[in-house]
């Protein structure tokens, strides 16, 4: 579904991707992993437009979008659900739904509305409330479905457990594990390595921005010195 190759991206003159390749196929969980400053989320904002790229390709589905507009990228299905959250605080929580389909998804709006609820029961249950007032797990529900409303091909999660308990990162990552087995391709970008080593397919590992490994989550494990050194296992 998604082919990165030989990406060069940053922020003016600063190099932050350093030629990197990357692939996600239909169905897959991939994990990119890395610390703080890897590159990732300079990844994610380069793929979906948001930040233009020096040099290399991106293709989604087969359709060149290394340079197209980030609208255009998300009207194709690939979405991205941002490290933050960044919903809309003083909207209500269905409001920041129905705008997850402004772009993608207005003609299925009401079903996927309907399944947007279904997975997330409590948001049905905080529909007319301000989206500012919910917990932190609640803002991560609400930002997931808000992707969820625009009918993702693929959706990228950056660090959708950062800030939550220990129970909400479980249930976060049940839920993940539940969309993928739905069928829906997901790129997972965390710090959080093994929860994400239980559900990914393959995994890559990413450093001052270029992979240094990839590979299944049972090959990147059975490496001691790629345990002891990147994943902090």
Aim: aromatic content about 6%; some cysteine.
């Amino acid at each position: 579904m998604l082919s990165i190759r030989a990406l060069r991206g940053g922020y003016g003159g600063i190099e932050v991707l350093r030629g990197l390749d990357l692939e996600i196929r239909a169905g897959e969980i991939v994990a990119l992993l890395g610390s703080n400053g890897a590159g990732k989320s300079t990844l994610n904002n380069t793929v979906c437009g948001l930040q233009p790229a020096y040099s290399g390709s991106v293709e989604f589905e087969d359709r060149d979008i290394t340079r197209a507009a980030y609208t255009a990228i998300v009207a194709g299905g690939l979405i991205q659900v941002p490290e933050g959250r960044r919903i809309f605080p003083n909207l209500t929580v269905r409001e920041n739904l129905m705008l997850g389909a402004y772009l993608r998804g207005r003609v299925a709006r009401p079903r996927n509305f309907e399944r947007v609820c279904a997975v997330f029961p409590r948001l049905r249950e905080r529909l007319a409330q301000r989206a500012g007032t919910l917990s932190g797990g609640e803002q991560q529900m609400l930002a997931i479905g808000r992707g969820l409303m625009a009918e993702p091909r693929l959706l990228i999660l950056d660090e959708p457990s950062l800030g939550l308990s220990p129970l909400l990162v479980e249930e976060l990552f049940a839920l993940i594990g539940r969309l993928n087995r739905d069928g829906l391709a997901i790129l997972l970008v965390e710090q959080n390595v093994g929860q994400s080593l239980e559900i990914a397919h393959r995994a890559y590992v990413m450093e001052q921005g270029s992979i240094r490994f990839q590979g299944t989550p049972a090959e990147l494990l059975a490496n001691p010195d790629l345990k002891r050194s990147y994943l902090g296992l």
